[in-house]
């Protein structure tokens, strides 16, 4: 029988920095018959993602579960904590943070931009961190804003170095972090690392589709709630709290996602977090190994604040991304990150985070080093190879290699 017209053949490349491809495993989870969500079926699976969300944070006080984009939970983090005018010290690395402080201002806080230049991560301003709550006699600020994984721009930023910075101010302001293109991708300790709020997605290295967000809370942060004056209803950790301890929820739950999420928690348990982090900085090595080979730079220009979780790479002076993205998308049937705001047309974003393996990943730079030489961009040939000789010396873990 004929193909129907336009019908491509084969599974689409998804290789933006989130949403990721879902593993068949979690498909057949969230297809299922929807239940009732005030059963006692209910409650044990809302009690296993609750809890099972707490090791996915690796923490051991609270966490919590909104039917929604990270948007929500970035909201979540804000009002349970914060009241208006309050000053929140927030870092620009990249998209994504000025998205977080204009919700700020938008919600009556009043931050305070330390700006960068989009190419490092947050800890590139741990002395001006350190300097300004030192500064601040008076206790005005009352949180400092970063994140983890900036989406934009590929930079990783070190949390416990922006701690320590906290720290050396003797400053009592909540330490928030967005963990929305790292969790389950890069390590991450909310309770070792002493983070108040941290905040979550479902799209990206949990493998769910989108619609789930998530806070991690600590006691400290928790206990705002009662000062904190920002209105919030819909948001509000107090009203969860209650259903959550039974494994309810005030509100009709995502049910069908929440399947989807034990199962997502299960399989990262199998393989085991620290191998999935493992996997995710060998198949970020393998790709700037490419990257090199062709010639390109990449955005994050800082060694250790690179990103296990995306590569974007910046298109040479006069060449436009878009261009490159749209040739791949035609030509090879996959999907890469654009570039946002004032990246836009300057970066391609490759997402190597999720269920993502060597040959997965091996099919992406292949499309990506056909597709810069479809585009016309200048570029030396080698990339994939680079790669496929790191990953084939790099055997993966519990992989023997020939002697
Ligand atoms: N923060 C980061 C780092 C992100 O990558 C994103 C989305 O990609 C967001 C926040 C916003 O999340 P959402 O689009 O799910 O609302």
Redesign the pocket.
Known sequence: MQNEPGRVAGRHFLQI??PTNVPDRILRAIDNPTMDHRSPAFAKLGQACLEGMKTIFRTESHAFIYP???????EAALVNTLSPGDAVLMVETGH??S??RRMAERLGLSPILIETDWRAGADIAAGEIEGRLAEDRARTIKAVCV??????TGCTTDVPAIRRAVDAAKHPALLMV?????LASIDYRHDEWGVDVT?G?S??GLMLP?GL?FNAVSEKAYAAQKTAKLPRSFWSWEEQAGPNATGYFPYTPATNLLYGLREAIAMLHEEGLDRVFARHDRHAEATRRAVAAWGLETQCRVAKNHSSSLTAVRVPEGQSADRVRAVIRDAFDMSLGNGLSKLADRVFRIGHLGDVNDLTLMGTLAGVEMGLGLAGVPHKTGGVAAAMAYLAGQAAPGVAKAA
């Open positions: 920095p989130g929604a984009s990270g948007t929500g939970a970035w994504f943070a998205l977080w994140v983890h994984n900036e989406t934009s967005d963990t929305i293109s790292s905040v997605g799209q990206k989108p967000s």
